[in-house]
């Protein structure tokens, strides 16, 4: 029973730091939003977009709503790389956006023209 404030002292100096810990992560986290628009500028509803770390790993996805608008919310601040699709069209890769903490990084993404499908021609 002796030990018992200094037990009480530890055990509140530990809570202490594992609430700060858990504080400092949350403030390390950002968003990006934005929208995915065709060749003429027109949102593009159900786009897939696709987020991952500047070196390729731990990809995510979501989808645009009907305005062509999507949101990555709590991502650790860092570089990514993003790019939309849509009915079998790709853009570029956005290379090395960055997320700062508690902040919104707004990003616009360009889905490319539809090339028309190559002719078919059968000979027999």
């Avoid at 090395?96 to 508690?102: A, D, H, M, N, T």
Wanted: net charge positive; with cysteine; hydrophobic share 45%.
């Amino acid at each position: 029973m002796k030990n018992r404030p200094a037990l009480l002292l530890l055990l509140c100096a530990v809570l202490l730091l594992a609430s700060a810990a858990t504080a400092q992560f949350a403030h390390g986290l950002g968003t990006v939003a934005g929208k995915v628009v065709d060749e003429h500028g027109k949102p593009v509803a159900d786009a897939s977009v696709t987020i991952q770390t500047s070196d390729g790993l731990y990809p995510h996805a979501t989808h645009t709503d009907a305005s062509g608008h999507f949101e990555f919310t709590r991502f650790s601040a860092g570089q990514y790389d993003l790019r939309a699709s849509a009915k079998g069209v790709m853009s570029e890769w956005t290379k090395r956006v960055i997320l700062r903490p508690k902040k919104t990084t707004d990003l616009t993404l360009r889905l490319p023209s539809t090339a028309a499908p190559a002719e078919v021609v059968v000979v027999h």
